[in-house]
C-alpha cells in the first residue's frame, strides 16, 4: 500500500459473511470482506482509507480520500487520493481520483475522471 501508517490502519472490519443494508459513514480505516448494500462515505475527506477484500462486495456510492480495491465495486467512486485497484479488483461505475494504480487484471467499466483542482478531489 503506502508508506504513511495513517493510511494502512485498519479501525474496523466487515467480516466475510457479513451483510449490510444501508449507507456507512466511517473514519479512519474500514475494511469490507463482506457486502454492502449502500453508500460508504468517510467522514473526513483528508484521512479515510477504504479497503474492499477479495470476497468484498459494495453496491453504491464510494466517497473516500484513499480507496484499495481486491474485490467488487457497483457504482460511482470518489477518491479524493490515491486509488489502487489489485489484480481481481473490478468496478462497475465512473471513477473519480486524484491518482490511481491499476494493476494488471483489474477491469473499470465506467469512465476514469482525475480530479484536478477541486476541493478534497470530489465534485
Known amino acids: 500500500m503506502t508508506d504513511d501508517p495513517k493510511l494502512e490502519r485498519i479501525d474496523c472490519l466487515l467480516g466475510a459473511g457479513t451483510q449490510v443494508r444501508g ?25 479515510g482509507t477504504l479497503t474492499i477484500g477479495d470476497q468484498g462486495r459494495v453496491a453504491g456510492e464510494v466517497r473516500v480520500s484513499h480507496l484499495v480495491v481486491y474485490g467488487c465495486i457497483e457504482g460511482p467512486v470518489h477518491a479524493s487520493g490515491l486509488v489502487e485497484l489489485r489484480a481481481g479488483a473490478r468496478i462497475r461505475g465512473d471513477v473519480h481520483y486524484g491518482a490511481i494504480e491499476m494493476h494488471q487484471g483489474a477491469v473499470i467499466e465506467g469512465h476514469m475522471i482525475r480530479c484536478v483542482g477541486r476541493a478534497n478531489g470530489w465534485q
Open 23 to 47: 449507507d456507512l459513514i466511517f473514519s479512519g480505516g474500514l475494511r469490507i470482506d463482506g457486502q454492502v448494500d449502500g453508500d460508504v462515505t468517510v467522514s473526513c475527506t483528508d484521512a
